[in-house]
């Protein structure tokens, strides 16, 4: 149990083209997602907080407008990285916390993660 | 806010030794430590996590001690194998608060055939 996919897994795309990535949650509903990135031998980076049916949070630095992310449902967040350019190359990676009937939550289960190359 | 330290950044071992990683974090109100392993080129898995209302889990191979009063946690690996080479990162938060996870730097871990 507890699956995150990711799609596409990678993706090469010219500059100025819009990209967006899709998480899903298989087997568990949550009602917030993560999106990180990474590069090269650094660990994860926060880029914002989704909680489904609001508005992302996004972290000190992360331009909202270039980084659209949509919480529409329990399963399925997604981010589009807009304009893009070569130095938003980077290793994308979301996670999903499970909801419960508690609200218990703190396990954070992570997708693959989606490798962006922008030419 | 929260602040993971995580040490060493990289850790070669011979096939069957031990491995051990440290963490310490900075704020006392954080109460669940997840550990995660990340192969290259694919997302972080959850390895063995702890709660601050115990001080030591153990899965087969893995073990994790948290000391509460210092606040630090570490990662004990035993009976190393080369398939436990990857990259380990500790993290951090505040459980049932949907509080994002403050990940350490990450240890690269290599077991030497």
């Known amino acids: 149990g507890a699956v995150v996919s990711q799609h596409p897994s990678r993706v090469i795309c010219k500059s100025g083209t819009s990209v967006k990535i899709e998480c899903r949650s298989l087997d568990f509903q949550a009602t917030t997602m993560f999106w990180y990135r990474q590069f090269p031998k650094q660990s994860l980076m926060l880029m914002a907080t989704?909680?489904?049916?609001?508005?992302?949070?996004?972290e000190q630095g992360v331009e909202k407008d270039k980084f659209l992310i949509n919480h529409a449902s329990l399963t399925l967040s997604t981010l589009t990285v807009t304009s893009a350019h070569p130095e938003d190359s980077s290793f994308y990676i979301c996670?999903?916390?499970?909801?419960?009937?508690?609200?218990?939550?703190?396990?954070?289960?992570f997708g693959p993660g989606t490798r962006l190359l922008v030419l | 806010g929260e602040n993971v330290e995580q040490h060493p950044s990289t850790l070669s071992v011979q096939e069957g030794d031990s491995a051990v990683i440290k963490c310490t974090y900075s704020?006392?109100?954080?109460?669940?430590f997840p550990w995660y392993k990340q192969e290259l080129g694919k997302g972080p898995q959850l390895i063995i996590d702890i709660r601050s209302n115990v001080g030591e889990k153990k899965d087969q191979r893995i073990a994790v001690t948290l000391n509460k009063t210092a606040k630090h946690f570490s990662l004990h690996i035993t009976e190393t194998q080369p398939e436990d080479s990857a990259v380990y990162f500790c993290a951090a938060t505040l459980s049932g608060s949907a509080r994002q996870l403050t990940f350490g730097s990450g240890t690269q871990l290599t077991v030497l055939p």
């Open positions: 996670s999903a916390l499970p909801r419960t009937s508690g609200g218990f939550q703190e396990t954070q289960y």
């Open positions: 704020d006392s109100a954080s109460n669940y």
């Open positions: 989704s909680n489904e049916g609001s508005k992302a949070t996004y």
